[in-house]
């Protein structure tokens, strides 16, 4: 797996790193409060709506948002699904953007829903990653 921008940009440089050597424990291990800061920065989130996207409450995302606090390993699985999403989106649309602005936008061709907030699962990420490629490779819905 080639690190790109988006997945460093989110991760921090030694999650990314981990990742692209496959040591998936390890990228976990390493996603951090900034990271999540970075996350709310990229996808200008308000805390409700991060809360809604990481399936966490809000007032655990705001101790996710303080320095030392140790994330949760579902929360950081939902965080390099993401990440590797925006990489692909940025692919996709060539930029970060009009990736950004796709991902948390309603699309129609996914019954009118917001790709962010369906990445909360591995099907709905699935299904956005599915619309990505018919982007890529000019086949729209």
Wanted: with cysteine.
């Amino acid at each position: 797996m080639r690190t790109h921008g988006a997945v460093v940009d989110l991760l921090g440089r030694p999650a990314a790193r981990a990742l692209r050597a496959g040591d998936v424990e390890a990228a976990i291990a390493r996603v951090t409060p900034r990271t999540f800061k970075t996350f709310k920065d990229v996808f200008q989130l308000d805390r409700k709506r991060m809360s809604r996207v990481l399936c966490v409450g809000e007032r655990t995302v705001d101790r996710m948002l303080r320095p030392g606090y140790k994330v949760p390993e579902d929360v950081a699985d939902r965080m390099l699904r993401i990440a590797r999403i925006l990489r692909e989106a940025e692919d996709a649309l060539e930029g970060r953007e009009s990736a950004v602005r796709w991902l948390t936008s309603e699309v129609p061709a996914l019954g009118r829903r917001v790709p962010l907030e369906m990445m909360r699962t591995d099907l709905g990420a699935k299904l956005v990653e599915d619309e990505l490629v018919r982007l890529k490779h000019g086949m729209y819905s």
